[in-house]
């Protein structure tokens, strides 16, 4: 870290096998200065044996980076090769950026600062140094935050992939929408892209995991656990909507997945109608027996219920809860947003098949909210848009 950057803000960027190195830094560069040094550490990853084309692109980012004469950055390119295949990836690439991120902060005595993570594929509003520089300030509390994002759908010239990705898009929402419908604490959208977290809280919860997929949904939702994760809708992040089969899931591999003629379905919302049947139980049973709770439940969570190990962690939860709060709270820290994700995908398995996006969405809000889209395509994105940002700013 350069010695004149005493009080900087830290960018930390995964990098591998990019055409375009400048896009990201490029709208970076663009953005209103939040009045300190402006510091990208570019953890470029190459694994064993990378192909000659992984190892060019590689090296042209490195070069970018070195050679490009940036107005308000300070990118600090690092290429770390021969990376064993077992462990290599996105994860590893974004801890290893985080990691010395963090370090160098809490060795200057600014734990209290934030790391904020992008990718080399997105651009980001110009608000968005000094928004979320002016988050964390404000919000000491707050370790994390999911960070507003939307695909430029509109700057998508192939039809296909446009489609594709509004109806992912409205897909990943609708999820978010239906776990706070249903009241769960821990809805939050986790976007490995559209983070960020305080350098001291990042730490403390044992940084970021080296999952070659998923990375993003498990590191934030730490956070979650403890009440430390928040939305920040002052600024925007605009990942690129492109098709990759990196990893065997998340946006890319939809994507791929869709403009190869599969059509995307998302959970039904009779699963979320039963969630909220169930945490609205959760939340009043202190004084309940186990049995009691589950007789009470839907028949989805009841069977679920049976090989998760709930009745054995919701007495343990309340043998330690000196009160009503504190017991909700612990049971929320068991039934978090990973073991949420399990009881859906359960109703799923077992109760309710998936409906295309559209016909859920429609369903979802029909029931939900008394409301009646009635939509479609890019129409229902901006709607499912506007909920979502009402929701948050009510």
Known sequence: MPASDKDPLIIAIPCYAEEDPGLILSSLDECENPGMAVVVILLINSPENPTSEVFSLNQKAREYALQHSFSNLVVVPLHITHIPTRIAGVGLARKLAMDLAARWYSESGLGDRPILCCDMDCRVEKNYLVALDAFF???????????????????????????????????????????????????????????????????????????????????????????????????????????????????????????????????????????????????????????QLINQCPESFQTYSEDSGFVNNFIRIRSNSASPATFLKNLFQWFDAFRVMKYTHHCRDHYYPNQSVESAVNDFFQWAYGKKPALSGEKLLEFMRREEKSALNP
């Open 137 to 291: 300030k404000h919000r000491p509390t707050v370790d994390a935050v999911s960070i507003y994002f939307e695909h430029p759908v509109h700057e998508q010239q192939d039809e296909l992939l446009r489609n594709a990705i509004i109806e992912y898009e409205i897909h990943l929402r609708y999820l978010i929408s239906g776990q706070r419908w249903a009241g769960h604490p821990h809805a939050f959208h986790t976007v490995g892209s559209s983070m960020a977290v305080r350098a001291a809280g990042y730490l403390e919860q044992g940084g970021m995991n080296r999952r070659k997929a998923g990375e993003d949904f498990y590191f934030l939702h730490k956070f979650s656990r403890v009440g430390k994760l928040a939305d920040c809708q002052d600024t925007t992040v605009f990942p690129a909507p492109r098709i990759s089969d990196r990893v065997p899931f998340g946006t890319g591999r939809a994507l791929l997945e869709i403009s190869e003629g599969r059509r995307w379905e998302t959970i039904a919302p009779n699963a979320f109608l039963d969630l909220k049947s169930v945490i609205d139980r959760l939340k009043n049973s202190f004084g309940l027996e186990p049995g």
